[in-house]
């Protein structure tokens, strides 16, 4: 039995629906003789389309149903009636997923935004019914056309999670434990590394109503760009991270190096992606609390050049924390909900109040009536000045 709960790579079937036949009958009825032709046309297919959905993260659904099949149109029949088009089926998908070409592994659509949608297998369309046959030389035809077939691909389905900010450490470093400081979400955090079995991502409240989202990306291991420890599974989720936030741990914990950890991080994104490096990017030094991390923060500095911000993830109401949310929101810039702002096109208040203003002067210049008009009104008699 199918047991896992997060999917982030899925093959399906898709098939548009084929297209109702044409009909071939003709009118029969009292009073009529010689009705002639009236077979009306067949439904079209319908399409399979995919849409952008924020209320999902994984592509579960498609796991467990991979058979995309849209209806099928309907046949023709007398009295020219149209046969009913097959309805569409539309599959949400989350926000992120890319649609290749299972057997050439071309890319066919990139879904990236809430309700983007991209039909991805087009209908077949209806037959012709003999009604479109007839002439004054061929006045009874019996010929009629099938409905065509609907386009029918095999898709792989990839998610890569998008999020503005992308939480990149070894394994063990506290990239979850941050997630829970600075957000409301619940990931599974634990004193053994390898916590963290697929991205996590939650969001970064602030008092004006802003929002930022954070993914919690599984601990990347040297080789992880090869594929080692799964690694380009999870490094494809980073790629459309916005700001990428380097956790080290700074304590050693686990018997490593700190500026090791951050100089091999470099290198694994580098190989992976290189412009990737080019992205703003925070450093942060965790477990802060621990005796070790002042020494290793020296050292740490001197071998890379880099100065981190220091935090420990045990006071999610501390000054690390709060620094880190406040330089995510200075290098992201995200606009409160609720805020409106205006198109380039369209004109700002300053100048809808000159426009009135100038408006009004017209108007006031255009209402004034001058003596030499006054004089020359035939309505009114009134003395000339010359006499």
Sequence with gaps: MKTRKFIDHVVVHARAGRGGDGSGSFRREA??????????????????????????????????????????????????????????????VPCGTEIFNAETGELMADITSDGQEVLMARGGGGGLGNVHFKSSTHQAPTEHTPGAAGDEFRLRLELKII????????????????????????????????TTLNPIVGTVEYDDFSRLSVADIPGIIEGASSGVGLGLRFLKHISRS?????????????????????????????QYDASMLERPSLVLANKM????????????????????????????????????KTMLKDILKPRPRGSWEADADEPTTETQINSADASAQQSAAADFITDEALRQAPFLDLPNAEN
Excluded at 255 to 266: G, H, I, V
Excluded at 300 to 324: D, K, Y
Aim: net charge negative; with cysteine.
């Design 242 to 270: 916005s700001v990428l936030v380097y956790v080290v741990d700074m304590a050693g914990v686990d018997n490593r190096e700190p500026w090791s950890d951050y100089n091999t991080l470099c290198r694994e994104i580098s």
């Design 31 to 92: 009073f009529a003789p010689l009705g002639g032709p009236d077979g009306g046309d067949g439904g079209r297919g319908g399409h399979v389309i995919f849409r952008g959905s924020h209320d999902l993260d994984s592509l579960i659904a498609l796991y467990f149903a991979p058979q995309l099949f849209a209806e099928h149109g309907v046949s023709g029949s007398g009295r020219k009636m149209h046969g009913r088009n097959g309805d569409d089926l539309v599959v949400p």
């Design 289 to 324: 609390d621990l005796p070790s991390a002042r020494d290793n923060l020296e050292c740490f500095i001197q071998e890379t050049g880099v100065s981190p911000l220091c935090l420990s993830t045990l006071e999610p109401a501390g000054r690390g924390v709060s620094e880190f």
């Design 163 to 194: 999020a503005d900010a992308g939480l990149i450490g070894f394994p063990n470093a506290g990239k979850s434990s941050l997630l829970r400081a600075v957000s409301k979400a619940q990931p599974q955090v634990a004193g053994y590394p390898f």
